[in-house]
């Protein structure tokens, strides 16, 4: 992948087939560390199936044999200096930590994380999300649950409604520090 903003798609897209109501999207930007973190309460994995996750040859899909999108992450983040974890409990949930050394010329930018967010969106799923983006201890979060609140009734998934969040993510990245990201 080009941007790990299609990782953390890719990841969270993975939450929401698990069955997750919620989902938790942390990007922090402290130091020269990036630390991305994924968290949701869907269905988890047991013991066995976690060992392998990382596999490429390991997938939940029945319509082919691999599945690339936490591989490639953890690839992305060793590759960058980093680290990567993923813990998970069966009916419990799972939690993917990815860190990256900001500075590290083989760091994948973060890239558009409003557009990621306006996709997992606009798939009307009944899963609400917590994005949290903080940038040297400025921080900006969106929730989709006070969001869905303050619409009265509105669908999120309405064109202007998902126009405004794209406009919004997009501000308040750029407001906190986000270039560094």
């Known amino acids: 992948m080009r941007e790990l903003a299609l990782n953390i798609l890719d990841i969270t ?10 989902v938790e999207i942390s990007i922090i930007a402290e130091g020269n560390l990036l630390t991305i973190s994924i968290k949701d309460d869907g269905c988890g994995m047991d013991d066995e ?3 392998k996750v ?3 040859f390991t997938t939940t899909r029945t319509t082919r044999k691999v599945g690339m999108g936490v591989p490639l992450f953890k690839m992305a983040a060793e590759m960058a200096g980093g680290t990567f974890s993923i813990e ?12 990256f050394q ?11 994380m409003a557009d990621t ?18 940038v040297d201890g400025n921080q900006f979060s969106l929730d989709t649950r006070e969001l869905k609140e303050q619409l009265g009734g509105i669908s999120i998934t309405e064109p202007q409604v998902l126009s405004f969040v794209r406009e919004m993510i997009n501000e308040n990245i750029k407001e906190i520090g986000g270039t560094k990201l």
């Open 54 to 56: 990382t596999d490429p």
């Open 88 to 99: 998970s409990t069966k009916n419990v949930g799972t939690k993917v930590i990815a860190t």
């Open 117 to 134: 967010m306006v996709t997992l969106l606009s798939d009307d799923y009944a899963t609400e999300y917590l994005l949290t983006v903080s």
């Open 13 to 22: 897209e993975n939450s929401v087939k698990a069955g997750a109501k919620l």
């Open 49 to 51: 199936f976690l060992k």
């Open 102 to 112: 900001i500075d590290n010329i083989d760091r994948e930018p973060l890239g558009n």
